[in-house]
Nanobody
Framework: QVQLVESGGGLVQAGGSLRLSCAAS???????MGWFRQAAGKEREFVAA????????IYTDSVKGRFTISRDNAKNTVYLQMNSLKPEDTAVYYC???????????????WGQGTQVTVSS
């Protein structure tokens, strides 16, 4: 069983930066870790994911070049560095985990409670 707790959300002006953290309890050995977001009135969407080992990462097109996902396996923590933030990045951001090497948007079965990110124009 994996439990995930996000932190680091807040209010930032457009062009600013935030770093989200997701601390996992329980082993995440061989789990892919990812970030999703859900804006008000919209469906939850995939943002980024990173494999357990090998440093493989994938991103949705809208955040490529601005967001970076990383993980510290020793600390059981995954991060999302968000730069050049835009108002359209405003959403609740969720950390997620799933067993195995695949990082596709489907099949994630562990979720955090979410952290709000608001980007003002």
């Amino acid at each position: 069983q994996v439990q995930l707790v996000e932190s680091g959300g807040g209010l930032v002006q457009a062009g600013g930066s935030l770093r989200l953290s997701c601390a996992a309890s329980g082993s995440t050995f061989n789990y892919a870790m990812g970030w999703f977001r859900q804006a008000a009135g919209k469906e939850r969407e995939f943002v980024a994911a990173r494999s357990w080992i090998g440093g493989n990462s994938i991103y949705t097109d809208s955040v490529k070049g601005r967001f970076t996902i990383s993980r510290d396996n020793a600390k059981n923590t995954v991060y999302l560095q968000m730069n050049s933030l835009k108002p359209e990045d405003t959403a609740v951001y969720y950390c997620a985990a799933k067993f195995g090497a695949t990082m596709t948007p489907g099949g994630w079965n562990y979720w955090g409670q979410g952290t709000q990110v608001t980007v003002s124009s």
